[in-house]
Structures are given as structure tokens and as C-alpha cells.
């Protein structure tokens, strides 16, 4: 009946070596963590951290920087209208915010036209805005965007063509649709599309707050903290389960002793 208590104790002191080693590995990378970018937070002025800025995609998305979709790229006779989660550009120029996702664009002698399906904006070719039109100015929601052959604008309104003889104070249905050259997207040059999506995350974030998130956990999200947290209850954890390994190891050295 003895022998039934010591396989008891022996079950449970391997548990406990398990758990402890288990614990162990997790709590060394935190408190490595920790200690690393501690030791570095505390040397922020020499190292300069604060004057390093990081941008990478990476980095975009744990801080939320990176746009939901893609952006969109019309080209515009030399140049390009680009949209970005609302944001919109002429060239690497910034001429538009909250703007909803352009159906096209075109160049219109001294000005360029932007639409939207509720929506016709006018440009300069230095980006000025010059007039918006709304619904209750247009014909009716606009589908795509485009030109004829003489270059004047026209609207496809769900399939039915209109274009203004008036510079847009009205609306004639036209009858030919054959003589329509749409806007399309295509794709930007590297310049335009690095500089687009520059201007939307900023300078990037610096590496000060980058390492001073990794410090705390935040860099992880709103549960960050509670995982460091997870660091200093481990390292309590393993100092209960070794002192409870030193006390069952001095008792089975006295036992062996006798």
C-alpha cells in the first residue's frame, strides 16, 4: 500500500517538471522581450530611434496603415488620376479627400473631369478644383466616363449616352452610342503608385514607438499587455514549481540519506 502514495507523488513531481519546462520556454522569449527592448528603450537618445521612421507592409498593417483595397489608376494624357480609400491624386498630388471610387477620368482642353457614380468634379490642370456636380445636376447615376471622337465629354448612364453643349449646365441624350471612347484603368508607374501610397500612410511610424509598443504589447493589439502580463505570472509560476522541486528533491535526499 506504500508503494501507491510515492507512484501518487512521483505522477505529480513529473506533472509539475512538465509544466515548469513548458512555462519556462514561453516566459523566456517574453521576458527576453522584455529585456531587450528595455536595454534599448533606455539608450533612445543615443541610438536616435526617435528619428528613424520605418514604412514596410508589415508595419502598415499592425498599426493600420495598410488601405483596404488596392489603388485605382486612370491615365489622363501625361498624367494620372489616382484613387486610394477616398483619397484622390493628380500625379503624386493629393486634390481630394473623402471622394468615393472615380468610374473615370478625362482631360477637357484646359481642364480634367473626375466622376463618380453620383458625382462629376472639374479640375485646372494644377489640381484646383473648380465645380462639383451632384445628382440633381446630372443625368442620372453614371456608369462610365468618356469621350466621342472631337473630344467631348459623355456620360453612360446605364446605358443610355448623354453629353452637354452648354459646359454642363444641361444634358442631351445622344443617339450613337459607337462614338464613345471610355476611361480605363491601367496600371501606374512605380513612381506614382510609391508615391500615392506614401502620401496615405504618412512618414511611417518611428522606431521608438515601434520598439516602446513591443516593450508594453500594444504592438499586438488590445490583448498585447495581457500577454506581457502572461511574462511576470509565469516567472511567479516558475518560482512556486521550483521551490517545489528544490523542497521534494532536499526531501527525497534526506529519505535516500537514511
Same mark, same amino acid.
Given at each position: 500500500?506504500?508503494?501507491?502514495?510515492?507512484?501518487?507523488?512521483?505522477?505529480?513531481?513529473?506533472?509539475?517538471?512538465?509544466?515548469?519546462?513548458?512555462?519556462?520556454?514561453?516566459?523566456?522569449?517574453?521576458?527576453?522581450?522584455?529585456?531587450?527592448?528595455?536595454?534599448?528603450?533606455?539608450?533612445?537618445?543615443?541610438?536616435?530611434?526617435?528619428?528613424?521612421?520605418?514604412?514596410?507592409?508589415?508595419?502598415?498593417?499592425?498599426?493600420?496603415?495598410?488601405?483596404?483595397?488596392?489603388?485605382?489608376?486612370?491615365?489622363?494624357?501625361?498624367?494620372?488620376?489616382?484613387?486610394?480609400?477616398?483619397?484622390?491624386?493628380?500625379?503624386?498630388?493629393?486634390?481630394?479627400?473623402?471622394?468615393?471610387?472615380?468610374?473615370?477620368?478625362?482631360?477637357?482642353?484646359?481642364?480634367?473631369?473626375?466622376?463618380?457614380?453620383?458625382?462629376?468634379?472639374?479640375?485646372?490642370?494644377?489640381?484646383?478644383?473648380?465645380?462639383?456636380?451632384?445628382?440633381?445636376?446630372?443625368?442620372?447615376?453614371?456608369?462610365?466616363?468618356?469621350?466621342?471622337?472631337?473630344?467631348?465629354?459623355?456620360?453612360?448612364?446605364?446605358?443610355?449616352?448623354?453629353?452637354?453643349?452648354?459646359?454642363?449646365?444641361?444634358?442631351?441624350? @445622344?443617339?450613337?452610342?459607337?462614338?464613345?471612347?471610355?476611361?480605363?484603368?491601367?496600371?501606374?508607374?512605380?513612381?506614382?503608385?510609391?508615391?500615392?501610397?506614401?502620401?496615405?500612410?504618412?512618414?511611417?511610424?518611428?522606431?521608438?514607438?515601434?520598439?516602446?509598443?513591443?516593450?508594453?504589447?500594444?504592438?499586438?493589439?488590445?490583448?498585447?499587455?495581457?500577454?506581457?502580463?502572461?511574462?511576470?505570472?509565469?516567472?511567479?509560476?516558475?518560482?512556486?514549481?521550483?521551490?517545489?522541486?528544490? @523542497?521534494?528533491?532536499?526531501?527525497?535526499?534526506?529519505?535516500?540519506?537514511?
Amino acid at each position: 500500500m506504500a508503494q501507491q502514495p510515492q507512484n501518487n507523488r512521483n505522477g505529480r513531481q513529473k506533472t509539475i517538471r512538465r509544466w515548469h519546462r513548458r512555462v519556462g520556454y514561453v516566459s523566456l522569449l517574453l521576458v527576453m522581450i522584455l529585456s531587450i527592448t528595455g536595454l534599448i528603450l533606455n539608450r533612445t537618445e543615443k541610438l536616435g530611434l526617435d528619428q528613424i521612421t520605418i514604412q514596410n507592409k508589415v508595419i502598415s498593417a499592425l498599426y493600420g496603415l495598410a488601405p483596404d483595397a488596392p489603388a485605382v489608376h486612370f491615365p489622363l494624357d501625361g498624367h494620372w488620376v489616382s484613387w486610394l480609400d477616398g483619397r484622390l491624386y493628380y500625379d503624386n498630388k493629393l486634390i481630394a479627400q473623402n471622394s468615393p471610387r472615380p468610374r473615370g477620368a478625362i482631360q477637357l482642353q484646359e481642364i480634367f473631369a473626375v466622376a463618380a457614380t453620383d458625382r462629376l468634379s472639374l479640375y485646372l490642370m494644377d489640381g484646383s478644383l473648380v465645380e462639383t456636380l451632384d445628382q440633381a445636376a446630372l443625368p442620372g447615376p453614371i456608369t462610365r466616363l468618356g469621350h466621342s471622337k472631337d473630344h467631348h465629354l459623355i456620360i453612360d448612364s446605364q446605358g443610355t449616352y448623354y453629353n452637354s453643349p452648354d459646359d454642363f449646365l444641361s444634358w442631351t441624350r @445622344r443617339e450613337d452610342p459607337t462614338d464613345f471612347t471610355p476611361s480605363e484603368q491601367a496600371p501606374a508607374p512605380a513612381p506614382i503608385v510609391e508615391a500615392v501610397l506614401r502620401d496615405y500612410q504618412g512618414q511611417g511610424i518611428s522606431l521608438y514607438k515601434i520598439i516602446l509598443d513591443l516593450h508594453s504589447g500594444h504592438i499586438f493589439g488590445a490583448y498585447g499587455p495581457y500577454l506581457m502580463d502572461l511574462a511576470a505570472i509565469s516567472l511567479i509560476f516558475l518560482g512556486i514549481t521550483g521551490l517545489m522541486k528544490r @523542497r521534494q528533491n532536499g526531501k527525497n535526499k534526506r529519505r535516500n540519506e537514511k
